[in-house]
């Protein structure tokens, strides 16, 4: 969402100076002097040539701070367009410090911005069709079924099904808050808002903080095996043996240690994979409380607790609320399990794509986004399975573009891709599946091979921070 204007800090003197500055004078920056500006305390980036020095902005950014730490020092152009309405761009102007003497787009560039140019005047940005209404009254109707399943029924299977329900709407909820991450929902702001709250923290017990801090750094590295943490399973999983010389994670601020314990499970990971996604939603539970409870910066932090503790007041009681201990663990298990297909879902888009090491670079998105991403091939009337993800390049090109407009744009993509020369990857639901798990085997099989060099780790301590 667009930042208030009057929420912006002032400017420093010199950006204040240079936007006031008559044309003429305008300072010449070159990209070596660019480069030289890429520290919290002296950043500055630059969007179509035009310089801007938004280091009063690194605390206040909605979007958290690792984004502009990230494309400090370089041209953003793309990942701004991406994320940020026109809207926004005047704001920029008390920030302004010169403009880049040898400012140069590649021709994919190009293109990706005047794709993104044209969707922009055709507003398909701002329509989100029916589908966020039709989910939400969805999700109401068989929460109300569960419910009914759970308190006026007595038969174990219909309590196995209400479990099984509870797990399905958890994956509506998991499209919804994506949606509304990526752009507003209901066209009310502070309505997107509890929209979020409720059908995420509450329902799910998974905070919308927490799931933006590490979504938005997701899409600006997609598939950087240092920076996305998307890809940083271990000591569980690993999709490159790259994975194996103990690197930094630039998002967890944690070495992503090798040790005897990770090669142990990653030789297996194609086998543990599937069982493993039935129970990821404990992964996930456990990252959200410690993220809402022990981060240093979380937006309305007394909001996303209470919501995530709505969450553990209603489901405990849903659970005792059952005759005996084998249903109570039937149920979580049946509503675990079914929500593990969402989880699945996740990484059917990326374990099987290109991967790199090294921060993103903002002078080749269209590149890096199509190189890092799978789409999944279904028919129209298969879209609410897969929540927009079955169009993954086009939802990485244009995050802030409803699902209900990804397919129109699909075409439009493949041709740009084609134009160019890159990758257009796309597969079958079956096929997706396939290509992961040989991308888990192979990573496998070099894992027993590889030699490990760091000290074990405390196993619950690892899970705990595994992500996905």
């Known amino acids: 969402m667009p930042p208030d204007a009057d929420a912006m800090p002032a400017p420093t003197d010199a950006a204040a100076g240079a936007a006031a500055a008559a044309d003429d004078d305008v300072r010449m920056i070159s990209s070596k002097e660019l480069r030289a500006h890429a520290s919290a305390d002296d950043l500055w980036i630059s969007i179509s040539g035009d310089v801007y020095d938004v280091t009063p902005w690194l605390p206040h950014h909605p979007g958290g701070?690792?984004?502009?730490?990230?494309?400090?020092?370089?041209?953003?152009?793309?990942?701004?367009?991406?994320?940020?309405?026109?809207?926004?761009?005047?704001?920029?102007?008390?920030?302004?410090?010169?403009?880049?003497?040898?400012?140069?787009?590649?021709?994919?560039?190009?293109?990706?911005?005047?794709?993104?140019?044209?969707?922009?005047?055709?507003?398909?940005?701002?329509?989100?069709?029916?589908?966020?209404?039709?989910?939400?009254?969805?999700?109401?109707?068989?929460?109300?079924?569960?419910?009914?399943?759970?308190?006026?029924?007595?038969?174990?299977?219909?309590?196995?099904?209400?479990?099984?329900?509870?797990?399905?709407?958890?994956?509506?909820s998991g499209w919804m808050g994506h949606d509304s991450g990526h752009h507003?929902?209901?066209?009310?702001?502070?309505?997107?808002?509890?929209v979020q709250i409720l059908s995420g923290n509450c329902l799910t017990g998974l905070s919308i903080a927490w799931w933006k801090c590490n979504h938005n750094y997701h899409h600006l590295a997609c598939n950087s095996l240092d920076h996305d943490p998307d890809l940083q399973h271990m000591p569980l999983f690993a999709v490159s043996a790259k994975l194996f010389g103990n690197i930094w994670s630039c998002f967890y601020h944690r070495t992503l240690a090798f040790d005897a314990l990770s090669k142990f499970l990653i030789s297996y990971q194609h086998w543990t994979f599937y069982p493993i996604m039935c129970v990821a939603r404990i992964n996930l539970l456990?990252?959200?409380?410690?993220?809402?409870?022990?981060?240093?910066?979380?937006?309305?932090?007394?909001?996303?607790?209470?919501?995530?503790?709505?969450?553990?007041?209603?489901?405990?009681?849903?659970?005792?609320?059952?005759?005996?201990?084998?249903?109570r663990i039937a149920f979580v298990l049946s509503s675990f399990t079914i929500t593990g297909i969402q989880h699945v879902q996740f990484c059917l888009n990326h374990f099987s794509s290109e991967v790199y090491v090294g921060p993103p670079k903002g002078n080749d998105w269209f590149e890096k986004q199509t190189a890092g991403t799978?789409?999944?091939?279904?028919?129209?009337?298969?879209?609410?399975?897969?929540?927009?993800?079955?169009?993954?390049?086009?939802?990485?090109?244009?995050?802030?573009?409803?699902?209900?407009?990804?397919?129109?744009?699909?075409?439009?993509?493949q041709d740009l891709c084609k134009k160019h020369g890159l990758r257009y990857a796309a597969a079958s639901f079956l096929d997706a599946n396939v290509l992961t798990w040989k991308t888990l085997r192979a990573a496998a099989l070099q894992a027993r091979n590889t030699t490990t060099g760091a000290t074990p780790k405390n196993l619950v301590w690892e899970a705990v921070n595994t992500h996905g």
């Not at 068989?142 to 759970?150: E, K, R, S």
């Not at 507003?184 to 509890?194: E, I, Q």
């Not at 390049?393 to 802030?400: D, N, V, W, Y």
């Open 65 to 172: 701070d690792l984004p502009l730490l990230t494309l400090a020092g370089q041209d953003a152009t793309d990942a701004f367009a991406a994320y940020h309405p026109a809207s926004v761009r005047p704001l920029l102007r008390r920030f302004f410090v010169g403009r880049l003497s040898d400012y140069a787009v590649s021709p994919a560039s190009a293109d990706y911005r005047r794709l993104l140019a044209q969707l922009s005047s055709a507003g398909l940005f701002d329509r989100v069709g029916p589908v966020p209404k039709l989910q939400l009254t969805a999700m109401a109707v068989l929460f109300c079924a569960a419910l009914y399943l759970v308190l006026a029924c007595r038969t174990a299977f219909a309590h196995l099904l209400a479990g099984g329900l509870i797990g399905f709407i958890w994956i509506q």
């Open 184 to 194: 507003r929902v209901t066209g009310n702001a502070a309505l997107d808002r509890v």
């Open 286 to 327: 456990a990252q959200s409380a410690v993220f809402v409870l022990c981060e240093k910066k979380v937006p309305q932090r007394l909001l996303e607790i209470a919501g995530v503790a709505v969450f553990w007041v209603w489901y405990p009681l849903l659970v005792s609320s059952l005759p005996n201990w084998w249903e």
């Open 374 to 413: 799978l789409d999944i091939k279904c028919p129209p009337w298969m879209d609410w399975f897969h929540g927009g993800l079955q169009f993954q390049i086009e939802h990485h090109l244009f995050p802030r573009l409803p699902r209900c407009h990804l397919r129109k744009v699909a075409p439009f993509v």
